[in-house]
């Protein structure tokens, strides 16, 4: 495989998303130190058992984590401009805190292994949520989520 530099604008001119879903890209150390500026960020089935490091995607929209092996989001940067985050199809087992993520508006845990729906108090934009497929036997207050408009809770255990 040729080396592949994102940095090198003939590239990525003008780029509105960056997908690496599929791809043996994530070990190559350019895309580590690379800052690109763009809008949505697709990791979907590219074996990942942490975050990236996300913290060199500044203007992140939307980010799909999708298919992967991530069983914790704990580390997940502060990214102010995030309204969609995909973790569909993951480890998780639970919810975390998402305080870095404050205008996220779109938040999919499906197919995880969730047990409590908790820690959503920093997420008071989310109209979104889908949490189907998971082991859910609780949920805690979800009252502070007044732009709540899709729940989705289906197939829980």
């Not at 799909?64 to 401009?81: A, D, G, M, Q, T």
């Not at 985050?85 to 508006?105: K, S």
């Not at 997420?123 to 989520?145: A, D, R």
């Amino acid at each position: 495989m040729a080396n592949f530099d994102p940095s090198d604008p003939t590239i990525l001119p003008q780029c509105e998303g960056f997908n690496i879903s599929n791809s043996e890209l994530l070990n190559q150390n350019s895309l580590k130190t690379t800052v690109i500026d763009e809008s949505e960020v697709n990791f979907m089935h590219s074996g990942l058992k942490h975050l990236p490091d996300l913290s060199q995607f500044t203007q992140i929209q939307i980010l799909c984590l999708r298919r992967n092996e991530i069983s914790s989001i704990v580390s997940i940067p502060f990214l102010p401009l995030l309204k969609e985050l995909d973790l569909y199809d993951n480890l998780l087992d639970r919810i975390e805190p998402l305080n870095n993520v404050p205008n996220l508006i779109t938040l999919d845990i499906s197919f995880n292994n969730v047990r409590m729906v908790e820690n959503l108090e920093p997420l008071s934009l989310l109209e979104n949520l889908y949490l189907i497929q998971n082991k859910i036997s609780e949920i805690q207050c979800l009252s502070h989520l007044k732009f709540l408009i899709v729940l989705e809770l289906g197939a829980n255990r």
